[in-house]
């Protein structure tokens, strides 16, 4: 039985009707889609910012996380994105504390969304965490994006945490349209 009117008083939710027309918009994909994360940790220089090699790849739809080389994403199509990431931050050894840490999501080179954690002389740490969510704009599919981490360190050099089987450090995206 085809639906031509729907009258609120005659309407039975038990009925089952055939539908003839067009549903747009339903169904969407949400791809190019990608997870990554740390297979190991990875040791940062006192005080620099640098880049997060995410190594191990969840999922990878379009081929758009290159975690091998330049361990960045680089959308397949132009929209906007959800990118999100998770920083794990260690003293590489026990007695050295971290003063001030950040981490960042980086686009075409440049910090885009930035995590902090400050640190004083009378409250350091032996860790940091950090969490990051942002919506980007891919203008053009040559845009890129990256995770970088920075710590301020009493003693020797920081660590992100990774391990092969649990997501410490994570990057993660998916385009919304």
């Known amino acids: 039985m085809a639906i031509t009117k729907i009258q609120s008083e005659s309407l039975n939710l038990a009925d089952t009707y055939d539908f003839t027309g067009t549903v747009t918009g339903a169904g969407e ?52 994105y959800l990118l999100s990431c998770n920083i794990s931050l260690t003293a590489t050894a026990g007695v050295n504390t971290m003063g001030d840490n950040y981490a960042a999501i980086y686009k075409n080179g440049t910090s885009h969304v930035i995590s902090q954690n400050f640190g004083n002389s009378s409250n350091l ?27 301020d360190m009493t003693g ?10 649990k997501q410490y450090s994570s990057f993660n995206g998916f385009k919304l349209f």
């Open 125 to 151: 740490n032996t860790w940091g965490q950090h969490s990051l969510s942002v919506i980007v704009h891919a203008d053009n599919t040559s845009d890129y994006y990256e995770v970088y981490a920075y710590a």
């Open 156 to 165: 020797s050099n920081v660590e992100v945490v990774g391990n092969g089987t």
């Open 29 to 80: 994909t949400l791809k190019p889609t990608f997870s990554v994360h740390r297979g190991s940790t990875q040791t940062i220089t006192d005080a620099t910012w640098t880049k997060v090699n995410f190594d191990t790849e969840v999922l990878d739809s379009d081929g758009t996380y290159d975690n091998s080389t330049n361990y960045r994403f680089t959308p397949a199509s132009t929209g906007y």
